[in-house]
Structures are given as C-alpha cells and as structure tokens.
C-alpha cells in the first residue's frame, strides 16, 4: 500500500511539474515578445484546456494534496530534515497563494464573462493595474518550482545515473525559473509601455473584457473563503 501511495504522489507531482514547466517555457518568451508568448499560450492551452488536460491537472492536484495531508497525518513526530520540512511548507503554502490567480483567471473567464486568457490582459493586471498580484503569482511560480525541485532531488538522488547528470540538472533547474522570470518581467515592460497610451487600454478593454467591479468584488470574496478553507 505504501508503495502504491508513494508512486500516486510521484505521478501526480510529475503532472504538476509539467504543468510548471511549460508556465515557465511560456513566460520565458517575454524575452521575445508578448505576441510570442500569446502563440505559444495557445498551443499549450489545447492540451491543458482540453477535458482531457483538465482531468489530469486538477486530479493530479488533488491526488497529491490530499496524499501529502495523509502522510502528515501519520507521521509520529514533526522532526524531520530541513529538506522535507522546506518541502512541506512550501506544498501546504501553495494553494493559499495560488487561489487569487486560478480565480481572478479561470473562474472569472468561466463564470463571469471575462476573457482573461491572454498575456496582454493578464500582464496589464499584474503590471499596471494590481502590480501586488503580479508579484505573489511571481512568488507562487518560484515556490511551486522549489518544492518540486526538492521532490525530484528525493526521487532522483538514489538512481545510479544522477550523479553524472546532476551538473547539468542543477543547471536546468536554476536556468528555466530565471528565464521565466526575466521574460515574465520583459513582457510586463512592454505591456506598462502600451499602456500609457489610453486608446491602447480601451481597445484592449474592448476585445478582451474583464469581470465587472461587482463581480470582481465577489471573486475577491471567494478569495478570502477558499483560503481560510486551505488555512483551517
């Protein structure tokens, strides 16, 4: 049985992973362009969007988050190395950071009529209209990416190949979070730049509108209720 747990929230935290991943690979363009970041956005989305991808994802974070409480549960004593216990906390403070973006975003586009799911949009709220949210998405990205780097490291340090590979791991590990964010930060530049321009923030209010300030209000609320769920 514990075998079969052990590998659930392997499998489950490699979906995650990948998920990260390609977040990161998309934002990385922003060193190229937003256009660039909008064309691979959508080709990353035909996956991740599809029932298919939905299931994956939100199953897979299911399955590890309830799997990662299981065995807290178990756990005799709380002592435990300072890589697990970074794991832990870093795990379990997640989904409080991450609520405002999945519901700001996805729920907002689902339930409340906005089309959010562009980077020009997106990047002009974190930029310039709510530049604290830019930054707790840009700090939930880096969390997300260090508790799975330390899970990989457990899973991966007994192969007898890793350390061979490890230089070039490391490398990868420290390289793609970077990218991302200097790219995620260019993006948002050229994004502030248009934005000085009102007729640009008016076309692109019209295109691609976003939820109203009432209903706005109501995902802020949610906000509040899904974390102290997490929370207690």
Known sequence: ??????????????VMLAYVTTHFVNHSLGLISVQAM???LVEIYKYW?????????YGAFATHYCLALWALWLRRSLKMPVAEATQLVLGFSIPFFLTDHVLHTRVADTFYGADVGYYATVLHSYFVTNPLRGVMQLVVLVIA???AMIGLWFWLRLKPWYPRWQPILYAL?????????LGFFEGGRQIAALAEDP??????????????????????????????????
């Open 1 to 14: 049985m514990d075998g079969v747990i052990r590998r659930l929230r392997l499998a489950s935290g490699l």
């Open 38 to 40: 909008d064309r691979a």
């Open 49 to 57: 969007a599809s029932p298919l991808g939905g299931v994956l994802l």
């Open 145 to 147: 990416w260090v508790h």
């Open 173 to 181: 590990a420290l390289l793609l979070p970077t990218l991302a964010i």
């Open 199 to 232: 007729a640009w923030v008016a076309q692109l209010a019209q295109e691609h509108p976003r939820a109203t300030p009432a209903d706005a209000a109501r995902i802020d609320e949610m906000v509040v209720w899904v974390r102290y769920a997490f929370v207690a």
